[in-house]
């Protein structure tokens, strides 16, 4: 058995959409002066490796919390699109090649190449975003949710969040921000996504990892 960690390290100086602060780890308790080491984390919800519920848009939509273990547990498949230039989109047409898999999946994850950017600004720019009607075809499909190792699953220009709308309006769970599909392209997967369980959850920051048996 292979694990493998889709998720980005949290620190202080990482990337986080724009517009939103940067987490805070601070030194609350020290071994020298209290006897043990204890940090007080202060971020965003959306902040690094993260998952997106219903909630995240719609008033009256699903929180993450209420997503049992089991259901964020399931086969993976990878869509290798890194033949995609910058600010190219990923078309319905696109996903042919690989339908089967994505029919017989729970997660489908996008492989752009993109997350190598993490850390530059151009990880903010034109990445290879899916097609509104790519979304759509996906949501027809008996997934669960839609992961990309880029920072949205629209492009940063769509302030309406057009796709997340399509994505979570249809039941759809997205992960965004992975890291090291790599490893698993081509591969068949069991996905495990452990998402900070709090009250009310719009989204969590996510520990992802794929293991692939054998």
């Known amino acids: 058995m292979k694990v493998t960690d889709l998720t980005h390290i949290i620190e ?46 719609f008033e009256d939509g699903a929180t993450l919390d209420s997503y049992d273990a089991q259901y964020l547990t399931g086969r993976g498949t990878v869509v290798d699109c ?31 190449g993109w997350s190598r950017f993490w850390g530059e600004d151009r990880y903010y720019g034109r990445f290879p975003c899916l097609h509104m009607d790519t979304v759509r075809l996906l949501a027809q499909k008996n997934i ?21 709308r399509q994505a979570l309006g249809s039941g759809l769970l997205i992960i965004e921000n992975l890291c090291g599909l790599e490893e698993i392209n081509g591969k068949e ?26």
């Open 144 to 164: 669960r949710g839609i992961g990309l190792d880029v920072i949205s699953l629209d492009p940063m220009e769509d302030t309406n969040l057009s796709n997340h």
């Open 189 to 214: 997967f069991t996905l495990c996504l452990m998402p900070l369980k709090y009250r009310d959850a719009d989204g969590a920051p996510a520990r992802v990892i794929a293991i692939i048996e054998g």
């Open 82 to 112: 890194t033949a995609k230039r910058e600010g190219e989109v990923i078309l319905p047409e696109d996903l042919e090649p690989c339908m089967r898999e994505i029919e017989s999946a729970d997660y489908v994850l996008f492989y752009t």
């Open 12 to 57: 202080a100086d990482m990337p986080v959409f724009p517009g939103t602060e940067k987490p805070l780890l601070e030194k609350a308790n020290t071994i020298e002066k209290d006897g043990f080491r204890e940090t007080l984390i202060t971020m965003f919800s959306h902040t690094g490796t993260h998952m997106d519920a219903p909630a995240h848009i």
